[in-house]
């Protein structure tokens, strides 16, 4: 029984014959000795190369838990006879063998390339994360007050409320009610705005005409709202189906995240202006160019190459083509600090 549920699990996560995750490590080797070939190196204290495996496994094996399309699996393996406890290991332990091997590693890889660790270092960056992630999965159920299987289960969003319906649609209120819905994506803008404030801290010795661009493209890495239709395929068919829906949908949605963006990049500035001050017009406008043109990025993206085939949320939110759009906005901020 309990190796039938792992399997059932991890084969979603890593395909029937694991085939995904045979592609994801070789895809982390192939990083790894590109960068260490490349000669790039940084220091980094071990104290930050553990705090960094720590935070970022504890992270991602919360959302695989939380993440809405487990719940189908465990709703199928609920119809199974168990006993107790018997399902949390092998489902837990498939979550952590995923989170492990296809998002951690990746982390490990790129850090381990561009700095000089012992064996003892990479023994304890790897305890550190396993660590992160039984801590997570021993802390996950109690939110519930629980330690069954049942308290692994997670509801619909749209089973936990009751929505109030309107005689007129409006993607404003669909978008506002996305993300009073998932707190991720809410605890994420929240993050990004707390990111504005401490920048300025980190690129105070630098002039502002060359570190402000740089700033604004950083704030574009806001994941969660920029993978609107990537995350729910039943909304981007709907919206593909029905005549006219694509610019009714788009141009708010594009407006939506224009004001997320330019919210942290105003704060960046107010920050900025307060500790070391100098900030100008022209730098409020370089944020609103910055900000629309990300937006603008982020929604041509969702529109014209969505992401399908992934298994959980997780998969979205590390997937690369997030760091398009910023490291787009990265090139433009280097031309706009030359002129």
């Given at each position: 029984m309990i190796k039938m549920s792992f399997n059932v699990t991890a084969k979603k996560l890593f395909g029937v014959k694991y085939e995904r995750l045979i592609r994801t490590l070789f895809l982390d080797v192939v990083v790894f000795w590109g960068l260490r070939i490349s000669g790039f190196q940084i220091q980094i204290h071990p104290f930050i190369l553990f705090l960094m495996a720590s935070v970022f496994s504890a992270g991602v094996m919360w959302q695989a838990l939380s993440s809405e399309d487990n719940r189908e699996n465990l709703k199928n393996a609920f119809?199974?006879?168990?006993?107790?406890?018997?399902?949390?290991?092998?489902?837990?332990?498939?979550?952590?063998?995923?989170?492990?091997?296809?998002?951690?590693?990746?982390?490990l890889?790129?850090?381990?390339?561009?700095?000089?660790?012992?064996w003892v270092e990479i023994l304890g960056s790897v305890l550190c994360a396993l660590t992160?992630?039984?801590?997570?999965?021993?802390?996950?159920?109690?939110?519930?007050?629980?330690?069954?299987?049942?308290?692994?289960?997670?509801?619909?969003?749209?089973?936990?409320?009751?929505?109030?319906?309107?005689?007129?649609?409006?993607?404003w209120r669909y978008l506002f009610r996305y993300l009073m819905a998932h707190k991720n994506c809410l605890l994420n803008t929240v993050a990004m705005w707390g990111v504005a404030c401490v920048l300025p801290v980190l690129f105070g010795q630098m002039e502002n005409r060359f570190i402000l661009p740089v700033g604004f493209a950083i704030l574009s890495l806001n994941t969660p709202i920029c993978i609107l239709l990537s995350c729910d395929p039943a909304l981007e068919r709907a919206v593909?189906?029905?005549?006219?829906?694509?610019?009714?949908?788009?141009?708010?949605?594009?407006l939506f995240i224009f004001v997320c963006n330019?919210?942290?990049?105003?704060?960046?500035?107010?920050?900025?202006?307060?500790?070391?001050?100098?900030?100008?017009?022209?730098?409020?406008?370089?944020?609103i160019s910055f900000a629309l043109l990300s937006a603008i990025?982020?929604?041509?993206?969702?529109?014209?190459?969505?992401?399908?085939?992934?298994?959980i949320e997780s998969d979205l939110w590390h997937h690369?083509?997030?760091?398009?759009?910023?490291?787009?906005?990265?090139?433009?901020?280097?031309?706009?600090?030359?002129?």
């Open positions: 119809m199974l006879p168990f006993e107790g406890r018997s399902l949390i290991f092998p489902y837990v332990t498939a979550l952590g063998a995923y989170t492990l091997l296809t998002k951690t590693a990746g982390l890889a790129v850090v381990w390339a561009v700095s000089e660790w012992s992160a992630i039984v801590v997570v999965s021993c802390l996950y159920p109690l939110r519930l007050g629980r330690t069954d299987a049942y308290a692994f289960y997670v509801r619909p969003a749209s089973h936990r409320r009751t929505v109030k319906s309107h005689r007129r649609y409006s993607v593909r189906f029905l005549p006219g829906q694509g610019k009714a949908l788009c141009l708010p949605y594009c330019l919210a942290a990049s105003i704060i960046f500035l107010c920050s900025w202006q307060i500790q070391i001050g100098g900030v100008i017009p022209l730098h409020v406008m370089t944020a990025g982020s929604v041509l993206l969702e529109w014209y190459c969505p992401i399908r085939g992934w298994k690369p083509r997030k760091y398009v759009v910023p490291a787009v906005m990265l090139l433009l901020a280097g031309l706009v600090s030359m002129f």
